[in-house]
Structures are given as structure tokens and as C-alpha cells.
């Protein structure tokens, strides 16, 4: 069965320095979507992104973030001058469509922690 | 603005008897209801959705859930639990016609007791 794939599954930096956390979505899915959850708390809304831009975004995807698509299979998140706030399991996850009631499937998610 | 609430941070059944999560929404208009589980190490994997039409839907494993709309609830249930079902289980919903991103609630623990 076709999976969402996410490296690495922990990353470690240390607070200033700038992150890229990568995705291989599902193949013939075209909506991909970034969420994250802080320890405790509930899994957030960060981006969605179909046909090389951004389709929307939440409150939390300040200028600190961004999402690129570089080439035919990744799909990454870059977090600059990263905080300790920061820290938290990022999950990717794709669509085959974008109809409101389209499951998204979900990867492994990766750690980041920042110290 | 859309919110889920699971108001049971953790839930214990026996194996084999029935089980269920709650999950209670709220929407400014009509939802779709979905159910994630997710296992230790794991991506959150689907269970079932709630698009309109029949109240009561079936999704993967055996899992069942019920969208009451005057109450505003889509619970999780299943008849007889496994062992193997213990896991973390997530209710998110979306607002139709609204945001692309899922709005989670925050989880409940299953645990099942062989």
C-alpha cells in the first residue's frame, strides 16, 4: 500500500539555525498539507499546497516558514532561525483530491527538537 | 471558527467488550467527521469519514462511527474490542466549502485489557 514517507524521523538543532524537513507523498497525489503537534497538544494546521503554491496556510505559517515542491516527488518544509518553540512532530500528508471530505494520508512525522 | 473536543484523554475496556470514543464537533455550517488512529512510531492512519447520508458509518477494522447532528457528536465505536486496537485515537473535522487543513481534536489513548 502506497505511503506518505518523511526524513528523518528526528531531527536535532540547535536554536538559530534553519531546518528543511522532507516528504515523499503519496505518487499520484496532487494536495499536500503540513501539520504539527507540540508535545501534549492537539495536531495543527500549517499549509496546504497544490500546483507549486501555497493554497492556504494558518496563523502559525508566519515568514518563518515556507514550502517548496523541488522536484517531482518531495515536498519540503524549511523553518528559519528556528526557536525552541519550535519543537514538535511535524507530520506531512497528501491528498489525491481536494473536495473537503478527501482523506489526507499521513506520514511518520519527524521530531524536531530544538535546543 | 471549527473545534473538536475528545473529552476523554484516555479510555480502558476489557478485550472483547464493546468499546467507544467520543468526539463532539462544532462548525459554522455542515461538517465532514473523519477518524485517525495512530500507533507508537506511526503516521496518523484513516478510519472512516462522515460525508452526508446515512448516519452510522463503517470504516476500517471493524470500526463504526455515529454522527448525531442535534448533538453534535460523531463517536467511535466497534463491538467487540482487540487488543490490537489499543492505540492513540484522533476526531478532526472540516467545514464544508471551508479551510483545506483538518481541525483535530486531541487525542484519546484506547487501551484494551486483555
Known amino acids: 500500500e502506497p505511503e506518505v514517507t518523511q526524513t528523518p524521523s528526528h531531527q536535532v538543532t540547535q536554536m538559530g539555525q534553519e531546518v528543511i524537513l522532507r516528504c515523499v507523498p503519496i505518487s499520484n497525489h496532487l494536495y499536500f498539507y503540513w501539520y504539527r503537534q507540540i508535545l501534549g497538544q492537539k495536531v495543527e494546521f500549517l499549509v496546504s499546497f497544490y500546483n507549486n503554491e501555497i493554497s492556504e496556510k494558518s496563523e502559525i505559517f508566519d515568514d518563518q516558514f515556507s514550502v517548496e515542491r523541488p522536484d517531482g516527488s518531495n515536498f519540503t518544509l524549511k523553518i528559519r532561525s528556528t526557536k525552541l518553540e519550535d519543537s514538535a512532530m511535524y507530520f506531512c500528508?497528501?491528498?489525491?483530491?481536494?473536495?473537503?471530505?478527501?482523506?489526507?494520508?499521513f506520514g511518520p512525522g519527524t521530531r524536531l527538537t530544538v535546543l | 471558527a471549527q473545534s473538536v473536543a475528545q473529552p476523554e484523554d484516555q479510555v480502558n475496556v476489557a478485550e472483547g467488550n464493546p468499546l467507544t470514543v467520543k468526539c463532539t464537533y462544532s462548525v459554522s455550517g455542515n461538517p465532514y467527521l473523519f477518524w485517525y488512529v495512530q500507533y507508537p512510531n506511526r503516521g496518523l492512519q484513516f478510519l472512516l469519514k462522515?460525508?452526508?447520508?446515512?448516519?452510522l458509518v463503517k470504516g476500517s477494522y471493524g470500526f463504526e462511527a455515529e454522527f448525531n447532528k442535534s448533538q453534535t457528536s460523531f463517536h467511535l465505536k466497534k463491538p467487540s474490542a482487540l487488543v490490537s486496537d489499543s492505540a492513540l485515537y484522533f476526531c478532526?473535522?472540516?467545514?464544508?466549502?471551508?479551510?483545506?487543513?483538518?481541525?483535530f481534536g486531541k487525542g484519546t489513548h484506547l487501551i484494551i485489557q486483555p
Open positions: 462522515y460525508i452526508t447520508g446515512d448516519n
Open positions: 478532526a473535522v472540516r467545514e464544508r466549502g471551508g479551510a483545506d487543513g483538518l481541525t
Open positions: 500528508a497528501s491528498s489525491e483530491q481536494e473536495r473537503g471530505f478527501d482523506e489526507q494520508f
